[in-house]
């Protein structure tokens, strides 16, 4: 009928129109450069995504590597301690009282601690990796040498949107904060810049490098580095080392 025929005209007309086929040619030209384009994008988002993760793969064997080398280099004599300083399993967290991660982290570590019937540790050696913070641990290391050590950190960090903005870092700041903790104030502010908290954080920054941790937080667990950062990744390493002491335990008792 008549929309048979006027489809047959429009159909015609299209393919006979020298206009209509410069339009159809381009727009096919047009959709296949979006094509190409799009296939290139995936093409690099893949290469991108495998370069990372074959990265963090050589990343994480270098820290493991590393840890096993340099055992010694996980835990000092000066390093703070949170909870029973003779638990089978030790959490050395590599720490940075400007990072926000750190911050968010701090609670959730307390409670695997506190959680674990003195089973385990919480061991904090220091990775200022961001600008002001060695000032900062100068501060709470300061504190430290009054046993006021982790009311100072504690303070810190809730204050952390004050002082640790990465672009104007303020960690003077942090004396404010701490004012009213019970320290002797002239003492502190000469023991942060003396030589005992001087040889901590040269200490840990040596330590840091060596095991080549170059984020924070970074956690190692009985001298496991977390390959995978998050709550429950660290909660599966430590309930693993556990299960390790646990296992061992039980084979000296049937001996």
Known sequence: GR????????????????????????KGKGMNRKWMVLATVAVVVLAFAAGVVVFTGRTNQEVTAAAQTHSDALVRPHSPIYGNPAAKVTI??????SCEACSAFY?????????SFGQVRLVVRYAPLHHGSDTAVRIIEAARLQDKYWEALERALAAQPQWAA????QPLLIWD??????????????????????????QDIADMQVLKVNRTPGFFVNGTPLRDFGEAPLKALVEQELKKGSSQTTENKAR
């Open 92 to 97: 050395v967290e590599f720490f940075d009282p």
């Open 107 to 115: 609670p959730i570590v307390k409670r695997i601690v506190n959680a």
């Open 177 to 202: 904060v701490i004012g009213d903790i019970g320290l002797d104030m002239a003492k502190a502010r000469a023991d942060a810049d003396g030589p005992a908290v001087d040889q901590v954080l040269r």
């Open 166 to 169: 990465h672009d104007r870092p």
């Open 3 to 26: 929309f048979g025929a006027d489809s047959a005209a429009v159909a015609g007309g299209v393919h006979r129109h020298p206009g209509a086929a410069v339009v159809f040619n381009e």
